[in-house]
């Protein structure tokens, strides 16, 4: 119901603010509520990428590698993740657990594609942090290599910046990798989770 409100306090702002904007430019014709209705009707649509994430739906075993430094060997873990499609088929909710650094660790994803902004956009919160990690991207043809990038604060001072590569295999495999480069320096691969469909 609160995205409902949302959706349509938001059209009818865009509703009234469009002809103020037709004014400052005369050479444009004003949208009619018609047309800029049809326009939000596409815009709020899922579409192919939502159709793939909804493929996804269901119980997952992972295996998880981290590299703490280049060259060395990575530390192993088993988890677990329980995907299901949220909002009427519009984004990808995921709950993981399994360790991180040798600590239990649990996590909450929220994968989606912005139809407007042709953009990948997925939100990340966990155990190990009071903040939200956000990343966006662009997709291969397929869509199903998946390439996202964002950055965080580090408690030391400066920042870290990330570059996640997401596989979708096929409806029983997935990968997600993980590189990342501190204050500037080269970037490193972090981490590599496997995700395997439980039977």
Known sequence: MRFLSFTVTTLCVALMVSPALA?????????????MMELWKQAATPGEPHKLFATLAGSWTTTTK?????????MESAGTAEMKMWLDGRFLYQEFNGQMMGQPFSGIGIDGYDNMRKKYVTAWMD????????MEGTAS???????????HPEPG????????????IDADNQTFDMFGAHHGQKEMKMMEITYTRKQ
């Open 23 to 35: 004014k400052e430019k005369k050479h444009e014709k004003p949208m009619d509520e018609k047309a």
């Open 157 to 168: 001072g400066g920042k870290m910046t990330h570059r996640a590569v997401w596989k979708i």
């Open 127 to 134: 155990s190990m942090g009071t903040g939200i990690f956000m």
């Open 141 to 151: 043809p397929d869509g199903r290599t998946i390439t996202l990038k964002g950055s």
């Open 66 to 74: 981290e590299w703490m430094e280049p060259g060395k060997e990575p």
